[in-house]
């Protein structure tokens, strides 16, 4: 008979890129997990643009969502930790990634898949005077401004010219969607003449050389058609304000230049001493595996297969993305790689801006509207196939006719376990433990009977009060740079709503069963975050405990001095106070989303930015200003943890709910009723609580209440001749959206409530 045992961590594969071959590996690593093998993805852009869907947004087809892939729930969906930057150096020797701000990643293996910027980046004054059409979100942040120039001038009867460099299928499709945008904004027909003045330069002998003579000439004539100027043998040496410089000595004027030239990539995979083509591509072989390190792979844009080079297209990157999944897998599981063949020829598709599009393969052409619907369908699709990923479902490893079917399913409902603060056991069962505890009476500890606070008190000989706390939460994220940032602030939230500044702290730790260097890899990362962390609260580490868990997590006992008198504790408020809340709310209902992978990355992006910031400037804030009682909002939510201010006076708040402020997304995700795993139990315990619950069930910021938080802000009680100066002071401070949420309307009730307004 086999012990069943969590597969541990023994190879690391970084993924360098979110381009459209990643897609596909990230997709395949979802629905193949590779037990033992783990997932890094490094991409500047998270929001990741399909570059085929470009000309319809440009034309106003689509939105800006719409050409987009979000990388993080896929990421998510392959188990693969995610980090936006750009790299700053690869060692190929000692298999490492050097990043901007955080320490060095070790790899057994890597993909790249970066894409490519026009070559034309290199002449001079490119980067001041002109605008690439790669990378895509840096020409779409220009595009916007283009379009409103453009508008502007020629509603005034302006003249305004676009100089578009380049003779291949992007400069053609900007110019036909770029025109077609303009005129359609001014009411104009396609090919009416305006004030507006497009032109296309290239170095060519030819536009479209790639092409077929039947597209060339039905391009060349369309082009016409519309008053498109095309200027051909012109080879582009230099870039002034407003002017397009050629080898031939003539000078060009726009407004506005882009260029669309040929490709090129960074300077790093050569310097890094990875074998190039000629043409200065990334050399790989038939399994897409770099010729010099066969640890190294790339695809797309970055690369050359020897001996057999393909045309710098999306598609030959995408058709890439299958045949890279498997050799990786292949590669890293010790098996055979599987050749790769391309296509010696594959469908072409321009768009013309107005619903029509150009469809070429070999001497095939084809153009029309119906053109367009095959190529609108083929891009919709693409998008929607790395978007729309199957549904998560819990597993539960349990023996037939253990339980009834009834236990199955409340076990099966709550398998989905959230982690942060949304793993904290209910605080009804933790109370109705506690209270079963018999605990030896010290005279030295200082415990309130009225609440309980967040942090022991121990009055010391010299009369000040040790203040001590202790935190551990599950990771969130698989990244535990990230992780450890943000758990750090957490355990040190209890002192900060005491009124203490810490003193020192002791650490406990659960790493993941895994190969020795990968575990030693984890470690680091999250210990130098913290002790980073902890630097700039100056508090020292001290010690601690690290031990093998099944999951990643991180705690912190953390000392405090201070003053009795100087405390701040939760019953302290007074009738009239004003109840400030510091940060927004939300954080564990996205990240049970992110867990189902329905949490976009900018709603991410934004809830970990909140979590990562301390809560340090603000307990000096909420102190200076004369603040009567705190606590910081943690697992059991806003109500939860109000009711425990409130219990110590009996007192009666009135809550408006308007004014508590939502993480982005957070409303979304509750409304399709994706809740934390802690959520209901919060609910349970707070609603009898709520005087008038019935009214505002189903107000959309009701469920807000009940959400626990992960490094959540401060609640605090400020008099209310402060609080105005309060709130403003936060959000110098950075707090932007510190609220007044509510009044203490009363004290000694018969019992604490909440009444909603």
């Not at 004030?195 to 000439?217: G, P, T, W």
Request: proline letters at 4%; glycine letters at 8%.
């Amino acid at each position: 008979m086999e012990m069943k045992v969590s597969s541990p961590i023994v190879k690391h594969l970084i993924l360098v890129g979110g381009g459209h071959s990643h897609l596909a590996v990230l997709k395949y690593l979802g629905m193949n997990p590779v037990p033992g093998l783990a997932v890094t993805l490094i991409s500047r852009d998270i929001n990741t643009p399909y570059s085929g869907s470009l000309p319809g947004y440009i034309t106003g087809v689509y939105e800006f969502d719409e050409i987009h892939i979000d990388l993080r729930p896929l990421a998510q969906f392959a188990n693969a930790r995610i980090i936006q930057e750009e790299i700053q150096s690869i060692d190929l020797t000692k298999k490492e990634i050097g990043l901007h701000d955080r320490p060095t990643i070790s790899f057994d293996l890597i993909s790249l898949n970066i894409g490519s910027k026009p070559d034309a980046f290199n002449i001079p004054g490119a980067h001041d005077f002109a605008i690439g059409i790669k990378p895509i979100d840096e020409f779409l942040s220009n595009w916007n401004s283009i379009l409103k120039l453009a508008i502007h001038s020629l509603e005034q009867d302006k003249e305004f010219s676009i100089a578009i460099v380049g003779g291949g299928p992007a400069s053609v499709e900007l110019a036909f969607a770029t025109q077609f945008r303009i005129h359609q904004e001014l009411q104009l027909k396609t090919t009416e003449k305006s004030l507006l003045n497009i032109k296309i330069i290239s170095a060519d002998q030819e536009l479209l050389c790639l092409h077929n003579s039947k597209v060339r000439s039905f391009a060349k004539t369309e082009l016409v058609k519309r008053n498109i100027e095309v200027i051909l043998e012109s080879y582009v040496s230099g870039f002034e304000e407003n002017k397009v410089i050629c080898e031939n000595g003539n000078t060009y004027s726009a407004d506005k230049v882009v260029y669309a030239t040929g490709a090129s990539i960074p300077p790093w995979p050569g310097e890094c001493g990875l074998a190039l083509t000629e043409n200065g591509f990334i050399e790989v072989n038939s399994h897409l595996q770099s010729t010099s390190h066969e640890f190294v792979f790339a695809a797309g844009d970055v690369a050359d297969i020897r001996g057999d080079p393909r045309p710098k297209s999306g598609v030959y990157a995408v058709r890439q993305g299958p045949p890279l999944a498997k050799n990786l897998v292949r590669y890293a599981t010790g098996k055979s790689l599987t050749r790769y063949k391309p296509q010696q020829h594959a469908l072409a598709l321009l768009s013309m801006g107005n619903k029509s599009a150009i469809a070429s393969r070999n001497n095939l052409f084809f153009q029309g509207r119906s053109v367009w619907s095959i190529k609108h369908n083929i891009d919709t699709s693409f998008i929607k196939k790395y978007s729309n990923l199957p549904e998560m479902n819990a597993q539960l490893d349990l023996a037939e006719g253990l339980v009834d079917k009834q236990t199955e399913q409340q076990l099966r409902s709550h398998a989905l376990r959230c982690a942060g603060c949304g793993a904290k056991v209910a605080s009804n069962v933790l109370q109705e433990v506690l209270q079963q505890l018999s605990i030896i009476d010290r005279g030295d500890v200082l415990i309130s009977e009225a609440t309980t606070e967040d942090a022991s008190l121990i009055k010391l000989d010299d009369g000040r009060i040790l203040v001590q706390s202790i935190d551990q939460i599950k990771a969130f994220v698989n990244d535990p740079w990230i992780f450890g940032r943000i758990a750090t602030n957490h355990c040190l939230s209890d002192i900060y709503a005491m009124g203490c500044e810490p003193h020192s702290a002791l650490a406990v730790v659960g790493i993941p069963f895994a190969a020795k260097d990968f575990s030693r890899a984890q470690l680091k990362e999250l210990m130098l975050s913290c002790t980073e962390a902890l630097n700039e609260h100056n508090c020292a580490l001290v010690g601690g405990h690290s031990s093998e868990s099944e999951d990643l997590h991180f705690g912190l006992c953390v000392n405090g001095f201070i003053d009795e008198e100087k405390l701040l504790t939760k019953g302290g408020m007074q009738g009239g106070d004003i109840l400030i809340l510091t940060k927004p709310l939300g954080t564990g209902t996205l990240l049970a989303a992110d867990m189902r992978y329905k949490a976009s990355h900018n709603w991410m992006h934004n809830a970990l930015e909140q979590m990562l910031q301390s809560n340090k400037r603000a307990a000096a804030c909420l102190i200076k200003h004369s603040a009567t009682a705190c606590t910081d909002i943690t697992g059991f939510g806003l109500a939860g943890h109000l009711m425990e201010m409130l219990s110590a006076k009996n007192a009666e708040v009135q809550l408006s709910l308007g004014d508590i402020a939502p993480l982005n997304g957070a409303l979304d995700t509750l409304q399709q009723n994706i809740f934390s795993s802690l959520h209901n139990d919060n609910k349970l315990i707070a609603a009898n609580s709520i005087y008038n619950y019935e009214a505002f069930a189903h107000d959309p910021k009701f469920e807000l209440l009940f959400d626990p938080q992960t490094a959540g802000g401060l609640l605090a009680s400020v008099p209310d001749e402060n609080a105005e100066e309060c709130l403003q002071e936060l959000r110098e401070y950075g707090y932007s959206d510190a609220k007044a949420i509510g009044r203490i309307a009363k004290l000694d009730g018969d019992l604490p409530s909440i009444v909603l307004t």
